[in-house]
C-alpha cells in the first residue's frame, strides 16, 4: 500500500475505493490516528450512512471485516469521526486527527446462544468476547475483530503513522470516556499500538499514578492491597498485563522503602507518559 495525494492506494496504479462524503471540512494536518467501530450491519451499510449528510459524521477510512477499505476523505481534510472530544488539554480531535471505522457490531445484549446487535440480529457465540470496558469494568458482550482486519487496520495504521508523522493513536473511547466505548476491549488496543509505533510487544509504556491508588495482589477488589499501598499520586509504573480494567504493575519508584513491587491496579487512574 502507499499514500499518494493524501489518498490510499492498494499499488502504484489502483487506489482503493473512494466513495465521497458531504460530511467533511475544511484542510487538517493530522497528528493522531484515531480507531473506531461502527456498531453498523455491513461496511457497505456503514459507508452509506456516512456518505448521508443527516448523519452529520464520516470517517477517512472503513475497513470491513474481510480487510478491505473504503475512503471518503482525504486524509489532510476533517472527517467528522471524533465528535466532542479532548485529548492532552486540546479539544475537537477532528481538527487534527485522521478517525478509522473498523466494521463491527460493538456492544451486544443477551446471553450466550442468544446473542443480538442493538437491532436484534443473531450473533454466533464464537463471534462474542465477553470483557469489562476499561472506563467503567461493566462486563458486556462484544463482537471480535477479524483476523483478517486487524491484519489491513495495522498495514493502514503505519502507513498513516509514517506518512503523516502521527504522534500516537487512539481509540475513540480515550478521547470521549463516559460518551463513547469504540473501538472497545475485543480491540487489542496495546499491541496494536506498539506495532504502530515501532515497539516490540515486550516493550512497556511507562506510566503514572494520577491519585493515590491502592495496589493489590490480584486484579479486583476482593484481593488483599499490598502492604506499600496506597501508591502516591505520581508514582511511575510498567504494565506488565491486562485483566480487563485491572492492570499488573511495576513499580519503578522506591515506595515506603520498598523497591521491585509487582501488584494489580485499577486501570482508569493511570496517565501513560509520552
Known amino acids: 500500500m502507499l499514500i499518494r495525494d493524501h489518498k490510499l492506494y492498494l499499488d502504484e496504479q489502483t487506489a482503493v475505493p473512494f466513495k465521497d462524503t458531504p460530511n467533511q471540512g475544511g484542510e487538517i494536518t493530522p497528528e493522531y490516528l484515531v480507531m473506531h467501530f461502527t456498531k453498523g450491519a ?6 452509506s450512512w456516512l456518505q448521508n449528510p443527516t448523519a452529520k459524521a464520516s470517517a477517512h477510512l472503513v475497513i470491513g471485516r474481510d ?15 471524533a465528535g466532542t472530544s479532548q485529548w492532552q488539554g486540546r479539544r475537537g480531535l477532528n481538527g487534527f486527527s485522521i478517525g478509522i471505522e473498523l466494521d463491527n457490531y460493538g456492544d451486544l445484549v443477551g446471553s450466550p446462544g442468544q446473542w443480538r446487535t442493538a437491532w436484534g440480529k443473531a450473533v454466533d457465540d ?10 467503567d469494568n461493566k462486563l ?3 463482537q471480535v475483530y477479524s483476523e483478517a482486519q486487524l491484519a489491513t487496520a495495522r498495514e493502514v495504521g503505519a502507513l ?8 500516537d493513536v487512539m481509540g475513540h473511547d480515550d478521547i470521549a470516556p463516559g460518551r463513547k466505548l469504540d473501538p472497545g476491549p475485543a480491540f487489542p488496543m496495546a499491541s496494536f499500538r506498539a506495532a504502530l509505533l515501532g515497539r516490540e510487544q515486550d516493550e512497556h509504556d511507562l506510566y ?3 491519585t493515590a491508588l491502592n495496589i493489590r495482589t490480584g486484579p479486583g477488589t476482593e484481593h488483599a492491597k499490598l502492604p506499600v499501598s496506597p501508591l502516591p499520586e505520581g508514582t511511575r509504573l510498567e504494565i506488565l498485563a491486562e485483566q480487563g480494567v485491572w492492570k499488573q504493575v511495576d513499580v519503578l519508584d522506591t515506595v515506603q522503602g520498598e523497591m ?5 491496579v485499577h486501570g482508569r487512574y493511570l496517565s501513560r507518559q509520552a
Open 67 to 81: 480487510g478491505g477499505v473504503t475512503q471518503l476523505v482525504d486524509f489532510n481534510h476533517k472527517a467528522w469521526h
Open 42 to 47: 455491513s461496511a457497505e451499510s456503514s459507508v
Open 160 to 167: 498513516l503513522m509514517s506518512t503523516y508523522q502521527l504522534k
Open 126 to 135: 464464537n463471534q462474542v468476547a465477553q470483557l469489562p470496558h476499561k472506563f
Open 140 to 142: 458486556r458482550a462484544w
Open 208 to 210: 503514572r499514578t494520577t
Open 260 to 264: 521491585d513491587v509487582v501488584g494489580w
